[in-house]
């Protein structure tokens, strides 16, 4: 929760920090790192398995769910 809030906030106050020159200069520095690593295949790769993953574990999670449910009604 509080990297959400902290993302939140700097998202709203980004233009005001960019204007302090040793944050812009860590801030440039990090996403020039993020994007190198983004660009990379086995980033895009890990990326896919995740989302797939996630998709994997709703599915059956529904399924679960639809199984109990209809367990109730009998």
Do not use: C
Not at 3 to 24: D, G, H, Y
Not at 39 to 52: G, H, I, N, P, Q
């Amino acid at each position: 929760m509080k990297l959400t809030l902290v993302e939140r906030l700097f998202l709203l106050n980004r233009n005001k920090l960019l204007s302090i020159p040793a944050f812009a200069w860590g801030y440039r520095y990090w996403r020039r790192i993020m994007d190198t690593i983004e660009s990379l295949e086995v980033w895009k790769a890990s990326r896919r398995l995740v989302v797939e993953a996630g998709h994997a574990f709703r599915a059956v999670w529904h399924r679960s769910k639809s199984v109990r449910f209809a367990q109730r009604l009998r």
